[in-house]
């Protein structure tokens, strides 16, 4: 198969930011119930963070700010800053949502401007599904977090009828999924929508060696509200997940 060329990666990125510049007024909208904007899932990401008494906190992909917002208001003492690529994103937090524009920094995920370590907490939401190369992105949230790393996004393998969860999962694991992508794709490896723009296939599980190979202890919570029928929840159960990995320091 067919390596991604770099043309082709800057030309999806530039459709996405695109997108996302042409939709930034209506972006609360229409992802009301994705990642930031579920108040269940703000809580519970918040509830894992009191554990590790955090100071400092960066949201990689912080489109409008609906995570920094909530993050400042349960924790007050808490220091929280954003990463957003696209100006317009920005724009709506300072403008027409009154945020500080000093809490915000106009950067890729793939390249954090921060030295290591240099946040208690790094956090992304439904972030990861809309890059190229998600294990770049996951590289640096680790690099300049010290204590906790919070994932939250889509989970291929629990997406779709039972069958075909299990047919995805195996195709992983016998490493044919790409390739099936690929011409599922037509080459371009992303698929796009009028809700989502230009999204990739993702699962939280792509990043679980990298996380738990940095991480103490990483906790799995699924995100749609559905009764465990099998221990192989959520990696098959769920089609979002969140990922919780906590690093001790001395």
């Keep these: 198969m067919p390596r991604e060329v770099k043309g082709d990666v800057e030309e999806a990125v530039r459709i996405q930011r695109k997108y996302y510049a042409d ?24 509830s894992l963070l009191h554990t590790v008494e955090p100071v400092t906190l960066l949201d ?4 409008t700010g609906r995570g920094v917002r909530q993050f400042a208001t349960a924790m007050p003492r ?3 800053r954003g990463v957003e690529p696209v100006s317009a994103l920005i724009e709506q937090a ?7 524009p000093g809490s915000f920094i106009q950067a890729s995920g793939e390249a954090l ?14 972030l990861l599904h809309h890059v190229s190369r998600p294990s770049v992105v996951v ?24 069958a075909v969860r299990m047919v995805k999962l195996l195709l992983y694991k016998l490493r044919l999924w790409n390739a099936v992508n690929f011409v599922k794709t037509r080459g371009k490896g992303y698929l796009m929508t009028e809700g989502d723009g ?17 991480a103490n202890r990483v906790i799995m ?4 509200a559905t009764k465990p029928k099998s221990w192989l929840h959520p990696l098959l159960t769920s089609g979002g997940v969140i990922v919780c990995a906590l690093r001790e320091t001395q």
Excluded at 94 to 100: D, L, S
Excluded at 117 to 126: K, T
């Design 60 to 63: 990689v992909g912080s489109g």
């Design 94 to 100: 300072v403008r027409h949502k009154g945020m500080a």
């Design 221 to 224: 919570i699924p995100v749609d």
């Design 78 to 80: 808490l220091s929280v």
């Design 139 to 162: 590289r640096e949230m680790l690099r300049v977090a010290r204590k906790a790393v919070v994932i939250v996004d889509s989970n291929r393998f629990g997406q779709g009828r039972p």
């Design 198 to 214: 230009l999204a990739y296939s993702y699962s939280v599980y792509d990043s679980f060696e990298l996380v738990s190979a940095w």
């Design 113 to 126: 401007p921060f030295r290591d370590a240099s946040f208690d907490v790094v956090c992304s939401f439904a």
């Design 23 to 46: 939709t930034a007024s209506n972006y609360d909208t229409m992802h009301a119930r994705e990642g930031d904007g579920d108040p269940t899932i703000l809580k519970l990401v918040t």
